[in-house]
């Protein structure tokens, strides 16, 4: 069995044709496909169905696609569910506040159904492919993190880092080239329980660039939301 196997995908699209026809090929591939038809749909069946990646479509009703992204980003359980946006030309500069929002990547309309099924499968082999480095090492450039010595290195150099700087490394490590909000970080690194507020994480990833240079250019932060490692592929 492919990629498709068993994976279940939300398309978001309030125009019937292309709905039914992009359910058609994703059918015919293999996945099970559901679906939703506004944006608050949406968000309710992303909370009952869990999908494992949804098509959304950028203009709904009710709320709007960025919306719906945003808001998915925003919440810790959904934070990582990969998106793959439906825009048309016209809509090119929304498209682009939307990638950062946190879509995966884009297809434009007029699309071919056949294109897109290929783009959902290669978006859905990244993302199992995440972890890409082993279970005991990040690589990134010329940064090493070793997980099972609690080490970070550049180049040949140990850096020595805070547990807390060396845990929020490691989440931006392991979903580099995604947007992960000031909440999702703090309460992946310090706990859900943490008493402190959202600026601890921007104390922590100034620090994090003091220490190791190499990313002051690679920690993006994203408009209101939060930060981004990006992919150096
Ligand atoms: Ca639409």
Redesign the pocket.
């Known amino acids: 069995m492919g990629i498709s196997a068993h994976k279940k995908v939300l398309i978001v699209?309030?125009?019937q044709d292309i709905l039914q026809l992009v359910k058609h090929y994703l059918e015919r591939e293999g996945f099970r496909p559901i679906t939703a038809i506004s944006g608050l749909d949406a968000l309710k069946k992303v909370k009952e169905e869990k999908p494992d990646l949804v098509v959304l479509?950028l203009?709904?009703p009710e709320m709007d696609g960025l919306e719906v992204c945003k808001r998915l980003r925003s919440m810790p359980s959904t934070a990582m569910l990969p998106i793959l946006m439906l825009t048309a030309k016209a809509e090119e500069s929304d498209t682009i506040v939307g990638l950062e929002l946190g879509a995966d990547d884009y297809v434009t309309k007029p699309f071919s159904p056949k294109a897109l099924v290929a783009r959902v499968k290669a978006l859905l082999r990244r993302i199992e492919r995440a972890p890409a480095d082993g279970p005991d090492l990040h690589l990134y450039g010329a940064l090493t993190m070793n997980l099972a010595r609690h080490e970070v290195s550049l180049g040949k150099h140990e850096v020595p880092l805070t547990a807390k700087e060396f845990g929020l490394l490691e989440h931006l490590l392991r979903h580099r080239g995604r947007v992960l909000t000031r909440e999702v970080l703090l309460s992946a690194v310090w706990g859900y329980d943490y008493y402190g507020t959202t600026r601890t994480v921007d104390v922590h990833i100034r620090r994090l660039k003091q220490k190791l240079p190499l990313l002051e250019g690679a920690i993006v932060s994203v408009k209101s939301l939060g930060y981004k490692l990006r992919d150096l592929d």
């Open positions: 699209e309030d125009e479509d203009m709904l």
